[in-house]
């Protein structure tokens, strides 16, 4: 495994293991048991996906040691404001069964979530949180956001996948020393990313499937990656990307694979805001 290092000297893990759409109490404790014993120890939650207290259970059976660990989770639209993140963030603490986060997220960049900001940035220099970051901040959103406020977000988890790759995104990125972390990195199954032939003929010559290609891809470009997977024999072939490395060659061709825009989410339609600004109310 190898580790990137944030802005604020804190290391995290290149690779982490995902929970989202794993609401089943148990399929989801059994996922994350399954995930550390096969070697994750980065576990990525949040409070919208209804599973902070199987994980938390997870945790306390797995065996590790909690320092071993970068735990994630992230604050909801419905509390994106200076009062309620503080609460959220209490709540969400207590159902991990935890006594500090490593990385705690804004979930989605709505609502007050400047005001939300303003908590994490004092529960962070409280030292209850080891580093605080943001999700799905777009290149103009994120630019106005690190002009403005006094910590600089340590991560920005963005959907990052050979058909959606954001390389402006990532220029921005590293002009802020913000870490790019990728969610949905298999594009959600599209474009029968598994069954590539791009992605295949570029595993066959090191013995790899197309997913380990697209993971390997994503953090030889400086991105974080973090796969889910209810099954263990797939966890570990996700985590088998640390024994070789693509080419020059191979990283080109993948990049004409860009299609420059999402088929998973649409941020720009209004509808689709609204709908998250009512979700879990």
């Known amino acids: 495994m190898e580790y990137k290092t944030l802005n604020n000297g804190v290391k995290m893990p290149m690779e ?7 609401p089943d109490p148990a399929q989801c404790e059994q996922a994350v048991l399954d995930a550390i014993s096969t ?11 209804a599973n902070e207290e199987a994980v938390g259970a997870a945790i306390r059976k797995s065996g590790a040691r909690r320092e071993d660990l970068f735990i994630t989770t992230k604050l909801w639209v419905s509390d ?18 935890l006594e500090y986060l490593d990385l705690y997220l804004i979930h989605q960049p709505m609502g007050d979530y400047y005001g939300a900001w303003r908590a994490l940035e004092e529960l962070y220099k409280e030292g209850r949180i080891r580093a605080i970051g943001v999700c799905n901040f777009y ?13 600089i977000p340590a991560v920005n988890q963005v959907e990052l996948h050979p058909f959606f790759q954001q390389e ?12 790019p972390e990728a969610w949905g990195p298999f594009a959600e199954g599209k474009h029968g990313i598994f069954a590539n032939p791009v992605l295949t ?22 991105v974080v990656v973090i796969p889910k997977s209810v099954h263990r024999e797939r966890m570990e072939q996700n985590i088998d990307i640390w024994n ?12 004409k ?25």
């Open 257 to 281: 694979m860009d299609i420059g825009h999402s088929e998973i989410v649409d941020h720009f339609d209004p509808n689709f805001v609204r709908a998250l600004h009512g979700r879990f109310k």
């Open 139 to 151: 290149p103009h959103v994120l630019a106005d956001f690190c002009e403005t406020v006094e910590v």
């Open 16 to 22: 982490g293991f995902g929970v989202f759409q794993v």
């Open 168 to 179: 402006n995104a990532l220029k921005l990125m590293r002009e802020y020393e913000v870490t």
């Open 39 to 49: 070697g994750y120890r980065l576990i990525d939650t949040a409070a919208a996906y």
């Open 201 to 222: 003929e570029i595993g066959a010559k090191y013995g790899k499937s197309a997913a380990q290609v697209v993971l390997r891809w994503n953090v030889q470009r400086g």
């Open 80 to 97: 994106a404001s200076y009062d309620k993140a503080k609460q959220a963030f209490e709540t969400s603490l207590k159902k991990l069964s």
């Open 244 to 255: 070789f490395t693509l080419s020059d060659e191979d990283m080109a061709a993948i990049s």
